[in-house]
């Protein structure tokens, strides 16, 4: 039943190491988003897929490379992994695409610590 | 560019009373949605409540209603007879319609609010 799921849920990795954080929706909408909140509690967009068209990339490192095989999946990559990378990452899904004020709703998140 | 602004340091309230958590925001935007999210210390994002900017009404979902001030760029969240599972963090945010670098959701910084037995 749960409408926007990640996994995993925490994440422990060494510096340098790639990772890759997996979302689904079950909502049948049409656009995914990843954000990042760093210690501060401070909430970021990374990106935007609609129908698995990237829409919205925001200033992230190449690093970060999102992929959405399909528009219920978009899976976040993040090669050579920083300590500065350590946050919690969002996954979040709405209906429309940008321009919309339709309603985001969000996965649990993906705490990422990099040791 | 918009902006959300959250300035009210951490909030504390009695349980069964009401509490306002304020939210100013700016943007160039004609149109847009005002939103708030609830983050309790396990971490999710919840939904809570949405404005429109050209509805007529301030929002209300349950205990939930938004206080929508246009002239004044502020829509502050109105939690009525709190409850002790209400401490957790508020997040504000602002969408633009029109596509661009305004049809981000954009977030303020976040209340902490703690309900006091």
């Known amino acids: 039943d749960t409408a926007v799921s990640q996994t995993p849920k925490y994440l422990v990795t060494q510096m340098g190491n790639d990772k890759s954080i997996k979302c689904e929706q079950n909502?049948?909408?049409?656009?995914m988003y990843w954000y990042k909140q760093d210690s501060k509690k401070f909430l970021k967009i990374m990106f935007s897929y609609n129908n698995k068209e990237l829409i919205i990339n925001e200033t992230v490192p190449n690093r970060f490379s999102p992929k959405s095989p399909d528009k219920a999946h978009l899976n976040l990559h993040i090669n050579s992994l920083e300590l500065g990378d350590s946050a919690v990452y969002f996954c979040?899904?709405?209906?429309?695409?940008?321009?919309?004020?339709?309603?985001?709703?969000f996965g649990p998140g993906t705490r990422l610590t990099v040791l | 560019a918009q902006k959300i602004t959250q300035t009210q340091p951490g909030m504390f309230v009695q349980e069964k009373e009401a509490v306002t958590l304020d939210c100013t925001y700016d943007t160039s935007d004609p149109s847009y949605g005002l939103f708030w999210y609830k983050q309790p210390s396990s971490g999710e994002m919840i939904f809570l409540i949405y404005q429109g900017s050209y509805d007529q009404q301030n929002a209300t979902e349950g205990r939930y209603s938004l206080n929508f001030q246009k002239a004044r760029k502020s829509a502050n969240l109105v939690i009525s007879a709190s409850q002790l599972g209400d401490s957790a963090m508020y997040f504000c945010a602002m969408r633009g319609t029109l596509s661009g670098a305004n049809s981000k959701l954009t977030f303020g910084k976040g209340i902490t609010l703690s309900v006091r037995p």
């Open positions: 909502l049948g909408h049409d656009t």
């Open positions: 979040a899904s709405s209906q429309a695409p940008a321009g919309g004020t339709d309603t985001q709703y």
